[in-house]
């Protein structure tokens, strides 16, 4: 049997984050550098450091823009408190906060305003953690597994509600709120589930070609939580999994052993880094290449009205 490569479909850039990217590129242009970005505008180096050449600065917090300039905020969202801090700055604001972050972030604000207490299912630490947390820190508390949720301290006649970072496993996710469920009968949840399509759509695609690929190699970075996550799943799907940012990251021991490798990339990875690892592939002998195509994604999200033409 030869070598083969299975290339999953959909993967790298959703909406959001081309979103994202095009509001960073469209300020370069139209307003030359430099333009500042609060925290990276996605989890990728590679689009990081193609930004920074063109001529933006990335920072960690709003302080470090100087009055009056021009900022971008990330595709993570942020928390109310940031953005009473750029109005102090008098800084430009331009936020490039994926909608479906947008849409928990009003599902936050609406359940706390209703008295209820909210268990938000994430990582700690993350960024979009952090900013949905913002919007009402003392009605919420994180959870990150079913562990989390039984050592919970509640009053017993509070109602809860959950929420989710939107770039998490689905399958874990389901879990965690299962077991919010067993322990709330009365669980009030979003209408529509909150982790974002196109996490879902690339981790079903993994999935789909973990029935024939034994290794999987992730492009992604190592901060950026939907690739984690397509690694964890494709490993819980049976296969070995890898995250490379890269080509240039691919270890040929990986391969040993291995007939049909699998291919994909997390959301903020740019497609031309997943043709570069099929590249190395085929020097390696993997030259048999085909795209396992799950479903077409045509969603789209408009510029911030500032930006549209």
């Known amino acids: 049997m ?4 299975l ?18 590129e469209k300020l370069l242009e139209e307003h030359g550098p430099p333009v500042y970005v609060r925290h990276q505008i996605v989890h990728n180096v590679h689009v990081v450091r193609d930004l920074e050449e063109r001529g933006a600065i990335f920072v960690e917090t709003e302080e470090e823009v100087p009055e009056g300039a021009l900022v971008v905020l990330s595709a993570h969202g942020v928390a109310p408190q940031v953005y009473r801090n750029c109005e102090e700055r008098d800084l430009q604001v ?10 928990v972030h009003a599902e ?39 562990d989390d949720v039984e050592k919970l301290e509640l009053e017993d006649d509070q109602q809860v509600a959950y929420l989710t970072q939107t770039t998490l ?23 529509s589930a909150d982790i974002c399509y196109a996490t879902q759509n690339r981790q079903d695609a993994v999935k789909q070609i973990c029935s024939d690929a034994s290794v999987v190699l992730v492009v992604g970075s190592v901060n950026s939580s939907n690739a984690n996550r397509l690694v964890e799943v494709a ?19 990986w391969l040993e052993g291995h007939e049909v490798v699998g291919l994909t990339a997390g959301a903020s990875s740019p497609d031309s880094l997943v043709n570069g690892v099929a590249d190395r ?22 510029l911030p009205k500032e930006l549209r033409n």
């Open 2 to 5: 030869s070598k083969r490569v």
């Open 7 to 24: 290339i999953a479909a959909p993967r790298s850039f959703c909406a959001g984050v081309v979103r994202a990217i095009d509001i960073v």
């Open 94 to 103: 331009i936020d490039a906060t994926c909608p479906l972050v947008s849409k």
């Open 108 to 146: 936050a604000r609406r359940y706390a305003g209703r008295g209820l207490k909210i268990a938000l299912v994430g990582h700690e630490g993350h960024e979009e953690v952090v900013g949905t947390m913002g919007e009402a820190p003392d009605a919420m508390v994180l959870v990150e597994t079913t």
């Open 169 to 191: 496993s689905v399958d874990d996710t389901g879990d965690v709120v299962d077991a919010l469920r067993d322990r709330f009968p009365d669980l009030v949840g979003p209408p």
């Open 235 to 253: 490993c819980d799907a049976g296969a070995q999994a890898h995250l490379l940012d890269d080509a240039s990251q691919l270890d040929p021991a």
């Open 281 to 302: 592939l085929a020097e390696l002998g993997y030259g048999d290449r085909e795209e396992v195509e799950l479903t077409r994604e045509d969603v789209y999200f408009r």
